[in-house]
């Protein structure tokens, strides 16, 4: 069982509706990544965070994706306005320290835009 | 833009026979090397990492680094059925917060 708790584990939503999955890091982890992992296997980075702030983020993000780490809440990544080819695994990692650390993932969130 | 190349992108070994997986960066900055193993329908799992050049040996797994030309493999010995999965080689450079993720090579097994 994964230390990264992610909910829901799938998802199901219509185009145009929001998505919102969330997760909580392993105890320790201050730091927080989103990634989308598509059919092809592709691994596509989000956004992180370390402790509430973001470190990096791509445009994808910054326009439909919308994520937070709150303190003493889980993080959560929210498309505001979902489309087909968002359709994918939405994985949530999370490391001890910032940069070159190993990570942990979780379980994933797979949605499904239909 | 970084990329990180893994071939072959699928491999058949028979159980007991060696696996040998191959990855290589075209970001002459990265430093870090991870090797990530992902079941069907399962979160990635780290296997290995390595930074230094050479060798690193953990049970059935070992993995080399050649930094001088960014490139890594892994090789598992005596494969077993179980090891059939996606196999994930992820870099980053100094300082950098985020991995850049290979599309992976997946492993089968066969008894």
């Known amino acids: 069982n994964s230390k990264v708790i992610q909910t829901p584990r799938y998802l199901v939503k219509g185009q145009g509706q929001k998505a919102k999955m969330r997760c909580i890091p392993e105890?320790?982890?201050?730091?927080v990544f989103w990634y989308q992992q598509n059919k092809n296997n592709e691994f596509k980075f989000l956004i992180n965070?370390?402790?509430?702030?973001?470190?990096?983020q791509i445009d994808m993000t910054e326009k439909r994706f919308s994520a937070e780490c709150p303190s003493n809440s889980p993080c959560s990544l929210e498309i505001q306005s979902s489309e087909a080819g968002d359709s994918a695994l939405y994985l949530c990692?999370?490391?001890?320290?910032?940069?070159?650390?190993?990570?942990?993932f979780g379980s994933g969130t797979r949605l499904l835009v239909i | 833009q970084q990329k990180v190349q893994q071939s072959p992108e699928s491999l058949i070994v028979p159980e007991g026979g060696m696996a040998s997986l191959n990855c290589t960066s075209s970001?002459?900055?990265?430093?870090y090397f991870w090797w990530y193993r992902q079941h069907s329908g399962k979160s990635p799992k780290m296997l290995m990492?390595?930074?230094?050049?050479g060798e690193k040996e953990e049970g059935r797994f070992t993995v080399h680094l050649n930094k001088a030309s960014l490139h890594t493999s892994l090789h598992i010995r005596d494969s077993q059925p179980s090891d059939s999965a996606l196999y994930l080689c992820?870099?980053?450079?100094?300082?950098?917060?985020?991995?850049?993720f290979g599309a992976g090579t997946r492993l089968k097994v066969i008894a």
């Open positions: 992820a870099a980053s450079g100094a300082g950098n917060y985020k991995y850049v």
């Open positions: 965070f370390q402790n509430q702030e973001v470190l990096q």
């Open positions: 990692a999370s490391s001890p320290q910032g940069a070159n650390s190993d990570y942990t």
């Open positions: 990492s390595i930074f230094s050049n």
């Open positions: 970001d002459r900055n990265v430093d």
């Open positions: 105890k320790g982890h201050p730091v």
